[in-house]
Structure formats: C-alpha cells, structure tokens
C-alpha cells in the first residue's frame, strides 16, 4: 500500500527482478484516487482488502487485479483495516472517528460505532472474532462486542500518550498496543481496567510521531518474538516474554513505518517513507 493510490502484490518465491535488482510486483491493483493507508489479507489469500484517503474501502481479486466492491460510509481518511479469522466480516476505522463492520462480499455497512473522540488508528479482530479492539489519538484502547457493538473495556497508558496501533495475539488473550511515547505495550484483555492491566513493556525502539507498525512473528515456538519499526529506521526484535532486544535489523534510511510477519514462518516485510520508499523483505540467511 503506498501513496502513490496504488497495491502491490509481490511474489518473493519468484524472485524476479527488474533491472536495478528490485522485486518485480506481479500484480499491481489500481482504483483508489488518493493514498492508500492499509491492507489485509483475506484467509485464503484469493482476496485483499485496501483502506484509503478517498474515504473508502476497496476489496480486489488477487489474480485478476479487479476492484470487486467498493465500501463506502466513512466520511474522512480509512485508516485502519482488518479481516476476522474466517473473513466474512471487515472491521473499518478512520478520522471520522468511527469503527465500522462491514459484509465484504455485498459492500454493506453493518454497523457504525462512533468508538473515540479522535481520528481510529487501529482495528483488531479476535481469534473467534466475537470482539474487536480499536486505538485512537486520543490515548484510548477500547474494546467492542461484535454482535451488539457495545463497549466491552477502555484502558490507557499511564499519562494517556496517542495511541498508534493496536492487535490482538494470536491465542486472542493479548493486545498489542503502540504508543507515541517510545512503547510498546502488551495487555492482558482479562484484566485491564483504566491504566492497569499491562503485562509487559518493550521501550528501546523510538516512536513519537508516526503511526509505526508493530508485529507478532511466534511462528517457531523456541523463539517468540514481538516487532517494533521505528523511526531510526530500524526494526526492533524484541524476546515476547523477556522484553530483551534480541536484535536491530537496519531496514529503512528513514522511518521504519509499515511492518508486518508471516505467520507460518519466521519471515517479515518493511515499508520506508519519503526518503526510502522501498518494501524490503527479511528472513534468516538460511532461509533466503
């Protein structure tokens, strides 16, 4: 997802490459007439979901590169995206300040919580997707029944800092949460209340302006690992259970933005900004 209003699907098992060496894109989904902010991915990978500036959602074919359904209700910036576990259902936030369910296979608007005071910079769908957690600037985390759209938490950091992302472990027992103080923060969704509740803190990375991405990569049970980008441009590696820098992976000349990892291997993509507009894929040098 880039500014440019554009998606781009690279196959990094082909490793076919242009002529400066980078990555050729073997797709490229074109639709959205203003910068794209998000993506996701649909279960079975035959569909992506793009939230963007024009105020809309799009969900496309990954084979064809075809806009299948347009999802339009927001009246500001889309933000934030996510699929549940079956991808039936999106959840949606934006600077209308607003959380929306959305039906991605007819485009409907299921439902529309007016979640904070302040532009939603997250959304996560649960394990079973009975809940969705959103983030905001306004330093809130707020936690919501998918059936009713009732409030189910709200906490916050200690001295409320904006909140720049927010998702849900694996097991669905824990939420991620990345602050504009130079934290990230994991919280334990059974006992939080108000300010209380954080289970662990990862502080060595820097983040106090952009929205940068945060990641669980725990797929090789011996090491489970949280991902923190930053804006040294660095990826931070941080041990999951002993809050320890495990490793600063050198991945951007500028901000450390987009970030996400693979679930089924250890295995993670960057995204940079002006300075270094590049997607840049990592894994272990015996695995490249």
Not at 11 to 38: F, Q, S, Y
Not at 96 to 103: G, H, I, P, Y
Request: proline share 3%; hydrophobic share 35%; glycine share 8%.
């Amino acid at each position: 997802a880039s500014a440019d209003k554009t998606i781009k699907i690279w196959d990094v098992g082909k490793k076919c490459r242009d002529l400066r060496g980078a990555l050729k894109p073997v797709v490229t989904l074109e639709g959205h007439t203003l910068g794209v902010n998000g993506v996701d991915w649909s279960v079975d990978s035959r569909h992506v979901a793009s939230a963007s500036d024009d105020k809309t959602l799009r969900i496309w074919d990954t084979e064809t590169g075809k806009a299948l359904v347009s999802l339009r209700g927001h009246t500001s910036f889309v933000f934030a995206l996510s699929f549940n576990a079956s991808s039936n259902l999106l959840v949606s936030g934006g600077f209308d300040e607003n959380v929306k369910l959305w039906d991605p296979r007819s485009g409907a608007c299921v439902s529309t919580t007016p979640a904070h005071s302040e532009p939603v910079t997250g959304v996560s769908f649960n394990r079973d997707g009975t809940c969705v957690a959103s983030s905001s600037f306004d330093g809130l985390v707020r936690l919501w029944d998918t059936a009713t759209s009732s409030c189910l938490r709200t906490f916050y950091a200690k001295g409320n800092p904006p909140v720049s992302s927010v998702s849900f472990s694996p097991n669905g027992r824990f939420v991620l949460v990345g602050t504009l103080d130079d934290k990230l923060r994991l919280w334990n969704v059974s006992n939080v209340n108000g300010d209380g509740g954080v289970a662990k803190s990862y502080s060595s990375h820097s983040n106090q302006k952009f929205c940068c991405s945060s990641a669980f990569a725990v797929s090789e049970p011996g090491r489970q690992r949280v991902l923190a980008g930053s804006e040294d441009g660095k990826v931070y590696v941080y041990g999951l259970n002993d809050r320890e820098v495990v490793q600063k992976v050198n991945a951007h000349e500028d901000v450390a933005l987009a970030l996400d990892a693979s679930k089924a291997r250890e295995f993670f993509a960057t995204g940079g900004m002006e300075k270094d507009p590049c997607v840049r894929f990592f894994a272990p040098a015996d695995e490249e």
